[in-house]
């Protein structure tokens, strides 16, 4: 195997469900012998969408193919719009017809739509059968495949119906980025910087410097500072595999995020893009409550600047905001868990109310209506 792949681990209680997630470039046709060290499977399942399948799939096949594993595609339909029930029942399907057992290991090839209904399935397909990730965009490498929470949507609202269920394996190669449109690799980088942000300097630094090479796809700068991203979101996973403590703090930037994407109708703006804005916009606040010294907003800003994603909210009205900060429709002043930066590298929560959260702008009055 390459000696260009590098490794993290993510450590789980009990027995066998630490896996590691191994970053290289170039190791798309290595991943089948991996995949069959990984999961002992005989057969796998290749979960894609037509862009990622058309260009990836028959390398990974040939491997899969080499390492003596029996190979089926299924290709869903591009777009967050396929993360749902009907694909998941199809991929049932799919499935019983090619006669997946439990040595069937489903492989997720994709970004993190395919990797959370792929996830998904192979979460409840016979309770449970071999998941691996092969991921194909910054957000899947540094994020979505990292963790194993896997689900879709439903029409009352986004990944409300899912599973915790943990790959064996994450195989990611940085050279399949090259064909990934700029801008979502833009955005996926946001929450790769955003690990640094809360929880290491030296990482958000490190993206200060160099994020130019990141961006052109500088295989040896992008596999380093990937996988230092992903191995800050193993240890938060590890510590606190189902989101009761430390894990909240992923969650940085999300807040104003999530409210974005609500009112944008989760058109036009892309996830990444939304938390780069809520990331500035946390960061502010933080200073604006006396949590951060002066000066932390200005270095996020500057970075997600360098992103070429927009600093500031889209301009909905303040209720707006209000209203799609409301998780709790009946008690309106119901806390949300804010992630605030003590410092860059250093995150925090507090308890604030929705009002809290988008206070009204000092010196903005409601305008007078003239007669
Ligand atoms: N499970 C988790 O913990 C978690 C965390 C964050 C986000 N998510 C989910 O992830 C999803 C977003 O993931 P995403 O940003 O990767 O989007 P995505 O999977 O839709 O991929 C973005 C686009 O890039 C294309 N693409 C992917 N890889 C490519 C490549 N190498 N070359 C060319 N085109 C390529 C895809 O076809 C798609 O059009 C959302 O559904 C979100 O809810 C899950
Ligand atoms: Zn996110």
Known sequence: MSSRVRSVRVGLAGKDRSYPVRIGAGTLDDAGDAIAQATKATRAVIVSVPPVARRYAPRLERSL?????RTHR????????????AQVSKLYDAMLE????RSTAVVALGGGVVGDLAGFVAASYLRGVPFVQVPTTVLAMVDSSVGGKTGV???QGKNL????????LVWADVDVLGTLPARQRAAGMVEAIKHGAILDRALFERFERDLERALDLDPTVLVSLLTRSVAIKAEVVSQDEREAGIRTLLNFGHTLAHAVEKLSGYQKVLHGEAVGMGMVYAARHSEALDLAPAGTAERIEGIVGRLGIETELPSFPRRAYLSALRVDKKRTEAHIRFVVLRRIGAADTVPLTPAEVYPPRPGSKKR???R
């Open 65 to 69: 193919r080499a390492a003596g594993i």
């Open 74 to 85: 299924i290709v869903v339909p591009d777009g967050d719009a396929s993360k749902n029930l």
């Open 153 to 155: 949507n439903v029409p």
């Open 368 to 370: 007078r209506v003239r």
């Open 98 to 101: 090619f006669g997946a057992d």
């Open 161 to 168: 119906v899912g599973a915790f269920h943990q790959p064996r």
